[in-house]
T-cell receptor, first 117, second 114 residues
Framework: EAGVAQSPRYKIIEKRQSVAFWCNPISGHATLYWYQQILGQGPKLLIQFQNNGVVDDSQLPKDRFSAERLKGVDSTLKIQPAKLEDSAVYLC???????????????FGPGTRLTVT | GDSVTQMEGPVTLSEEAFLTINCTYTATGYPSLFWYVQYPGEGLQLLLK?????DKGSNKGFEATYRKETTSFHLEKGSVQVSDSAVYFC?????????????FGRGTSLIVHP
């Protein structure tokens, strides 16, 4: 079974530039998560999708971050414009959870390490 | 809101020593509790879980018991190995508005010396 795929693995940009990350979850997983993990801290949930609907985005800085999950499969997370404090690893995870079910194990991708200079 | 508090690391042990990593939580309702592990250079992966009070999760010699009265889910292992060196994350997954919304602790680094 293929795991959660993310790209790119590394990205270096200057502040005020924009960047996009892509995630392909495990086939058949209804729920997809984006996390921000700053060095030395635990993953912080940015947004959670179930199929192509948003379940929670209470911690997503909506003035600069956006995310979409078209057709309930792949997802992209965008930052525009980036700030120095956005330097972190961005993790994507997926799980089998469907409405009214769970909680199930989350499967994590390898992450994208973003450096903003 | 919901939160997880883990003991500060790093925890440094010799091989075959006993391990405890403390985890306490605050949450409304009855969340499911998880331990995830991140080995060097790898992604997070589930280590064990417990879904209700007094449940014990176990895997690879690690155990944790869901203690509702003390709101704790401490991770233990009787005899650690060098290969257990990793960062361990406690997480809870309470039901909110019909969906499970996960919250992670900050992680505890474990270093095991031969």
């Amino acid at each position: 079974e293929a795991g959660v795929a993310q790209s790119p693995r590394y990205k270096i940009i200057e502040k005020r530039q924009s960047v996009a990350f892509w995630c392909n979850p495990i086939s058949g997983h209804a729920t997809l998560y984006w996390y921000q993990q700053i060095l030395g801290q635990g993953p912080k949930l940015l947004i959670q999708f179930q199929n192509n609907g948003v379940v929670d985005d209470s911690q997503l800085p909506k003035d600069r971050f956006s995310a979409e999950r078209l057709k309930g499969v792949d997802s992209t997370l965008k930052i525009q414009p980036a700030k120095l404090e956005d330097s972190a690893v961005y993790l994507c995870a997926s799980s089998l959870e469907a409405p009214g079910q769970g909680p199930y194990e989350q499967y994590f991708g390898p992450g994208t390490r973003l450096t903003v200079t | 809101g919901d939160s997880v508090t883990q003991m500060e690391g790093p925890v440094t042990l010799s091989e075959e020593a006993f391990l405890t990593i403390n985890c306490t939580y605050t949450a409304t309702g009855y969340p499911s509790l998880f331990w995830y592990v991140q080995y060097p250079g790898e992604g997070l992966q589930l280590l064990l879980k417990a879904t209700k009070a007094d449940d014990k999760g176990s895997n690879k010699g690690f155990e944790a018991t869901y203690r509702k009265e003390t709101t704790s889910f401490h991770l233990e292992k009787g005899s650690v190995q060098v290969s257990d060196s990793a960062v361990y994350f406690c997480a809870l997954n309470p039901l909110s508005g019909g969906s499970y919304i996960p919250t992670f602790g900050r992680g505890t680094s474990l270093i095991v010396h031969p």
